[in-house]
């Protein structure tokens, strides 16, 4: 037994099984479609050389009698074979549900016949049916860690600074800079020239950061602080040229940031020729326009979730490869240039972007499908083909077991977890 229904361009639907106004007398073309193999002849050996083969377009000939009143039957017909117009056919059976997108190309009718008879001729560009059922698998970083009985060991921190720095201790300028491994900064020497120390996500280069539109205060600086002096900065870099957008000289300093104003780096500035000795820096920045006693770093207690690098294993049932829709979602301040990986086959998908809490990137690998969307939490949509890193490849899923595994970067406490659903549908040959 097997159910086919046919759905035109406008989703108007018309079950040609089990209707007394059909009979169904036969369905060519569920069977897989037939192959196009290129070959090489060569002049002095037998056979030939492989190039390449595919998949012709899937022709499906559907041949029904009309039963009375054949005239009002006939007509509805109509509705849902438009020559040259899109339609969908419905087609299930005891092992699978699937479906198909065509093209009317004919219908011919017997309408002298003793018994009508309809035959009308799909031409189905892409040859596979689609499983109806769409598999979705989530890759997320974030595993739940969360039993009871239970104890919370770290506070709440106000402080915005990611931690620990880039550079940890360092020497530069003739000053020393000795990470306390709390937050703050003890300084010794007579700088030389304008030493400075920026304070970001410990990574391979200095990574300045985002912040959510608002209002904060940055402060920690000694008393004594000044232009001349020492201070704290908060800035950040236009044209390869350092722009300073607030300075704490010891009494703190308020500022209003949005994300228009492009990414922030944060730095301890010791001018030319001043001398410290044991001066300690206690680098704070958070929200409001109030200076807030100093937050020093705290070690997590026990953890509500952690972080896997196990990454997910999708299976595709397909019959061939097939493409899949990746949705990636941002769910922190910020995840910078995100990068998917298919071990199977040793290929990435990445993106030279920086994405914010709510925003959305759609990787679309099917074929003749390829695209890239990302889509802002204030709705902006971006078309983002030009982000793509290179090297990349268009995921695809192979018949069988597929592992993915994905990196990013996040930036300390004010850091997001990103979150990837693969979307796809199981292709068959035939039916």
């Not at 689609?130 to 595993?143: F, G, K, N, P, R």
């Not at 990435?348 to 690998?365: A, K, M, P, R």
């Not at 990302?374 to 030009?386: L, Q, S």
């Amino acid at each position: 037994m097997y159910t086919l229904i046919v759905e035109n361009a406008y989703n108007e639907q018309l079950e040609l099984t089990h209707n007394d106004a059909y009979v169904i007398t036969s369905i060519d073309g569920l069977d897989p479609p037939d192959a196009t193999i290129n070959t090489t002849k060569n002049a002095n050996s037998d056979g030939s050389v492989f190039n390449s083969s595919y998949l012709n377009d899937r022709q499906i000939i559907i041949t029904m009698a009309i039963n009375s009143p054949a005239e009002v039957n006939r007509i509805a017909l109509y509705q849902y074979f438009k020559t040259k117009m899109p339609l969908t056919l419905h087609y299930q059976n005891a092992s699978r549900n699937v479906y198909i997108n065509g093209y009317v190309q004919q219908m011919n009718i017997g309408f002298f016949d003793k018994k009508q008879i309809a035959q009308i001729i799909i031409v189905c560009p892409n040859p596979y049916f689609m499983d109806m059922a769409t598999q979705s698998d989530v890759l997320s970083d974030v595993i739940d860690a969360f039993e009871f009985p239970f104890e919370i060991n770290a506070r709440p921190s106000n402080n915005l600074l990611p931690y620990p720095y880039d550079y940890g201790s360092r020497v530069y300028r003739g000053i020393t800079f000795t990470d306390n491994g709390d937050g703050t900064i003890t300084t010794n020497g007579t700088a030389t020239a304008y030493a400075d120390y920026p304070m970001q996500l410990r990574t391979d280069t200095q990574t300045p950061f985002y912040l959510p539109n608002g209002t904060y205060t940055i402060s920690g600086c000694p008393a004594g602080g000044g232009s001349s002096t020492y201070r704290i900065l908060v800035g950040k870099t236009v044209n390869g040229a350092w722009q300073t957008i607030a300075a704490d000289s010891g009494e703190g300093a308020t500022f209003e940031y949005d994300t228009s104003m492009g990414a922030l780096g944060v730095v301890i500035a010791i001018y030319q020729g001043m001398t410290v000795d044991n001066l300690t820096f206690k680098p704070m920045l958070n929200v409001g326009d109030t200076v807030l006693p100093y937050d020093e770093y705290v070690a997590p207690g026990i953890e509500f979730s952690t972080i896997s690098d196990e990454g997910v294993t999708i299976v595709n049932g397909s019959d061939n490869t097939t493409g899949c829709i990746i949705t990636l979602n941002c769910t922190g301040f910020q995840v910078t240039n995100p990068l998917i990986y298919h071990v199977e086959t040793n290929t990435f998908f990445s993106l030279n972007y920086t994405l914010h809490e709510g925003d959305q990137v759609i990787i679309n690998t099917k074929p003749k499908e390829k695209n890239v969307t990302i889509i802002k939490a204030n709705g902006t949509v971006v078309n983002g083909i030009g982000y793509i890193a290179d090297g990349s490849t268009w995921l695809q899923l192979v018949p069988g077991t597929n592992q993915f595994t994905y990196q990013y970067q996040g930036l300390g406490n004010v850091s997001g977890w990103l979150t990837a659903t693969f979307e796809f549908n199981n292709q068959y040959e035939g039916v």
